[in-house]
């Protein structure tokens, strides 16, 4: 896949432009996750299928920010999970570096780990209450460096609780003393402290006020720029996933129907369900909101437990045709960086 | 223009084992007939108890004073019995979660009858075809047949309808809506939105939208009061107040929401620190931590919801922005 552009905005240009060049950190290939729900081994009830992430690919280079979103039920968090091992793949390959991650047993996956972290939605409920927060945030360190003092450990908890905007001072006090924006720095903390190559945001900013959600989109813009991590950024809100992401995935019931540079997705979308989402985001702006035509999709997500023959979306797709109903669109590239998955995408002229 | 509702100097507060919080710290506005109103804020602002304090639904420990009429009556402090004779029935709520609002036990049939019966001294039946009728009003397909149906057999988009039908069954002349959309994925949120946009038409109900998605109020409102710290800090326009924010907390929200039409990803303007605790709020004016131009005035006396235009007023010391 061509890199994607590097961003010449007024955030990123006094950072190292996302080295896109060079083995991807990540290759991500035909990935499955599937549950398995109800059944029943006394009556012999087969269980149902859930495909979460059916058939899933992409690359992720260093520096790097790919944004995943879609509508609760896509797979995105599945996703997202899944690419750290957080739950078992059905298939597919996950190539870390090189290294095929679902091949590893448990003790070199744990070392593999240092370089993979996540930050979660809810902020407060993924700090342990009864740990204060030094410990918490010295927790990673301890596991992957137990050689290190205590005063190093120290050191480096205070200096990354400066880094991400708290004050080293409150190394002592526990999470239910800080507001959710505050423990939201903690986790970013944690997740940081030992410099991962990768972290997974799962709705990060989703449980925060407005003014508390621009202050954390800035803060993790800004570590990666002097950092130098990818970000995997789940969200369901794409105004912010445009505003951190090079590129921007979108899925729908563990599909993906486009992939593509942020811009060249928010600005051209090919497929009608990204066109759909966009138009469904309602603009702060009361001129231009009463005025744009919208795309109101019908109905609700498909039941992912029987989800529709062919392409998924074609139940609620405005274009759908009878080859919807039969065939899976392939996912392919648009144009250069641009890949969608459609019978009837906009392809761009002269394609 | 008839006032559907004239609140003045409402105040609620809550009794707590660390003392007294003020969550709404006496507001005064008004909604007129057929109008909607955007009421935005972050959590702990006091948009919501604002209403809960109208409706009478404030939690055990919560007090409210001042004025409320609804169409001219006083309707604050009423005693239950003569409360129900106006909620529910000319003024109705729904609410952010349609899954917890609705009781999980009884068919959405004995849901919705039940005001009609208790109401409208409706027959069973009668209130049962009424209630059908509601429902396809508010799209869901198949009405008859979902009717008998429970709430944990609807999806969470379907479950809002099937509230805001219940809150529309008595022909209200005011619906509250509490974060209507909040719990909803985008697209779904825009048939709400598209739904409640057509209600209002044809129905010409008055309604409260309280929410903190400034797309949200872009799109429905007609006014808008922006609060902060349990006041009022800017009222005005929807027009005027995105168009030019006059309060520098209105001016800090509407900067540092990133926005999907913007062509350039420029680093978005926070507004910095945290809300205020309401137990213990600063001097003067609230917003002065957090406000890049405050100034001493601001430390010393606290600025009140003054009128600056036709139709605006904020709650700032500074002449204008």
């Not at chain 1, 035909?30 to 269980?47: H, M, Q, S, W």
């Not at chain 2, 507001?27 to 009421?39: D, K, P, R, W, Y």
């Not at chain 2, 129900?84 to 917890?100: A, E, H, L, Y």
Request: hydrophobic residues 40%; glycine residues 8%; charged residues 20%.
């Amino acid at each position: 896949m061509p890199p994607a552009q590097p961003m010449t905005s007024q955030s990123m240009s006094t950072g190292p432009s996302p080295a896109m060049k060079g083995a991807p950190l990540l290759t991500v290939q035909d990935l499955k996750v599937y549950f398995e729900i109800g059944g029943n081994r006394l009556t012999g009830k087969a269980p149902g299928l859930v495909k979460a992430v059916d058939g899933v690919s992409f690359e992720l280079r260093a520096g790097e920010t790919l944004g995943l979103v879609g509508e609760s039920g896509c797979g995105k968090s599945t996703l997202g999970r899944a690419v750290l091992r957080l739950l078992p793949i059905r298939s597919g390959r996950v190539v870390w570096l090189g290294t095929d991650l679902a091949k590893l047993d448990h003790k070199r996956m744990r070392a593999v780990r240092r370089d993979m972290q996540i930050i979660f939605q809810d902020p407060l409920a993924s700090l342990n209450p009864r740990m204060t927060v030094g410990e918490i945030i010295a927790e990673p360190l301890q596991t992957f460096q137990p050689n290190l003092g205590r005063d190093a450990i120290r050191d480096r908890v205070k200096a990354m609780m400066a880094k991400v905007g708290l004050l080293p001072n409150q190394l002592n006090r526990y999470p239910h003393e800080f507001s959710g924006g505050q423990c939201q720095r903690i986790g970013i903390a944690r997740a940081m402290i030992n410099e991962p190559k990768l972290i997974v945001c799962d709705e990060p900013v989703s449980a925060l006020d407005v003014s508390i959600q621009a202050q954390i989109v800035n803060l993790l813009m800004d570590l990666q720029r002097e950092m130098g991590m990818s970000l995997i950024f789940i969200s369901h809100n794409l105004a912010v996933v445009k505003h951190i992401s090079h590129r921007v995935m979108v899925l729908y019931l563990g599909k993906i129907m486009e992939i593509a540079d942020r811009n060249s997705l928010y600005t051209e979308p090919l497929h009608p369900y990204t066109q759909a989402l966009n138009s469904a985001v309602p603009l702060p702006d009361p001129d231009e909101e009463r005025q744009r035509s919208r795309i109101v999709l019908r109905g609700d997500l498909p039941s992912p437990l029987n989800p529709p023959s062919g392409c998924p979306f074609r139940t609620r797709c405005p274009r759908a045709t009878e080859i919807c109903a039969q065939v899976m669109p392939d996912l392919l590239p648009a144009k250069p960086g641009h890949l969608v998955a459609c019978h009837h995408a906009d392809y761009p002229r002269g394609n | 223009m008839t006032k559907v509702l004239e609140v003045s100097d409402l105040r609620t507060t809550f009794t707590t084992p660390e003392g007294e919080v003020k969550a709404v710290g006496g507001v005064e506005f008004t909604i007129n007939q057929g109008e909607v109103l955007g009421v935005v804020g972050e959590s702990g602002s006091g948009k919501s108890q604002i209403f809960m304090s109208i409706m009478g639904l404030l939690a055990r420990n919560g007090h409210a004073k001042g004025s409320v009429k609804f169409k001219g009556d006083e309707i604050l402090g009423l005693d239950v019995k003569a409360l129900n004779k106006v909620r529910g029935v000319r003024m109705s709520m729904i609410f952010q979660d349609p899954m917890t609002s609705l009781n999980p036990y009884l068919s959405v049939r004995r849901q919705m009858t039940e005001v009609l019966v208790l109401h409208k001294g409706m027959s069973e039946s009668e209130a049962a075809k009424n209630a059908v009728e509601m429902l396809e009003r508010v799209q869901i397909p198949e009405a008859k047949q979902r009717l008998n149906m429970y709430p944990h057999e609807f999806s969470g988009g379907m479950r809002q309808r099937v509230m805001i039908a219940m809150a529309l069954l008595c022909g209200p002349e005011l619906l509250i809506a509490d974060e209507p959309t909040t719990a909803l994925d985008v697209t779904v949120q825009a048939q709400i939105l598209e739904l409640l946009v057509g209600l209002q038409r044809d129905v010409g109900m008055a309604i409260a939208l309280i929410t903190h998605d400034l797309g949200v109020i872009a799109r429905l409102a007609d006014r808008v009061m922006v609060m902060y710290a349990g006041n009022i800090v800017e009222k005005g326009s929807v027009r005027d107040l995105f168009k030019d924010p006059q309060h520098p907390y209105t001016e800090g929200l509407l900067e540092s929401m990133p926005r999907l039409n913007e062509t350039e990803a420029t680093r978005l303007q926070t507004i910095g620190g945290q809300p205020p605790n309401l137990q213990n709020l600063p001097s003067g004016c609230s917003f002065r931590d957090r406000c890049r131009y405050a100034f001493e005035r601001c430390v010393t006396e606290r600025p009140l919801l003054t009128a600056f235009a036709e139709g605006r007023s904020k709650a700032c010391h500074l002449p204008s922005l």
